[in-house]
């Protein structure tokens, strides 16, 4: 599945809300997620629009791979 080239830091932080993420500090232009849901996990997302190809596939990929699924199952779930 492709990825978005047009995604905001903003609009991944709202799709990853269905996976428990919250925002739990900002520093700058960048946001810092947590999640309780399959033990604690953080992540952190530049607060850009749009999200580079490169940054997007490896926060998706961290994310995945919290939750044991693979990248293409994250994107379906995530309808992104």
């Excluded at 709202?14 to 996990?41: D, I, M, P, W």
């Excluded at 919290?66 to 379906?76: D, G, K, V």
């Amino acid at each position: 599945m492709r990825l978005p080239r047009d995604l905001s830091g903003p609009e991944l932080v709202e799709a990853l809300g269905k996976f428990g993420y919250s925002v739990s500090r900002q520093v700058g232009s960048h946001l810092r997620l947590t999640t309780q849901e399959n033990g604690v996990h953080h992540i952190t997302i530049p607060n850009h629009k749009p999200l580079r190809i490169g940054t997007l596939a490896s926060i998706l990929d961290e994310v995945a791979l919290h939750h044991h699924i693979s990248r293409e199952e994250l994107l379906t779930r995530l309808r992104l």
